[in-house]
């Protein structure tokens, strides 16, 4: 099942993520992945930074300072050891427990084959629990794009992340890999 946490650009999704990822750990869920946090300069984003939802490590994924192995989208440049980092963090042993994978966030970049477009298309072919912050201009252009079937979406305007942890465990529990 994918789960969508869906709000406007700047809302708090990513904080959302990072709180209800730590609700699910409380439930003995394991989960890989990562939030990408942005940092502001002027008023606008100017950086996201991958970070890893279990080890809490960071690697910088995208700025507005193009290299020439970088992929340029919009006025962002990402780098290729930001995008390693968060396969890294997407990968490896899952433990006894069901595993859920928490991607932040998937939109436009992914739309046009880029970003977390591979890992999202293999996590939905092996049929994993996904949670995926989604910006809501692009909600339904990510599940059309994504043939996303069995999903749930929750908007952080109109719950808390103890609801939305509450729902998941409970949509989760039991199911094997």
Not at 15 to 35: A, H, T
Not at 111 to 140: C, F, M, P, Q
Not at 146 to 157: G, L, Q, V
Request: net charge negative.
């Amino acid at each position: 099942m994918v789960f969508i946490i869906t709000g406007s650009q700047g809302q708090g999704k990513t904080n959302f993520l990072k709180s209800l990822s730590n609700k699910l750990k409380d439930n003995n869920i394991d989960l890989k992945g990562f939030i990408a946090p942005g940092s502001f300069e002027s008023n606008l984003r100017s950086k996201f930074t991958l970070e890893d939802i279990n080890t809490h490590t960071r690697q910088l994924f995208c700025d507005t300072t193009v290299r020439p192995e970088d992929t340029q989208f919009g006025r962002f440049a990402f780098k290729p050891e930001g995008h390693d980092f968060g396969i890294r963090c997407l990968s490896g042993e899952e433990g006894e427990q069901k595993t859920i994978y928490i991607l932040d966030e998937i939109g436009k970049l992914e739309t046009s084959g880029h970003g977390w477009h591979d890992s999202l298309k293999r996590l939905l072919k092996e049929k994993k629990d996904i949670v995926i912050a989604v910006r809501n201009l692009y909600l339904y252009e990510v599940i059309s794009h994504f043939e996303i079937e069995n999903f749930r979406i929750f908007n952080i305007a109109d719950l808390s992340t103890e609801q939305v942890s509450t729902e998941i465990t409970e949509l989760t529990k039991g199911k094997t890999d």
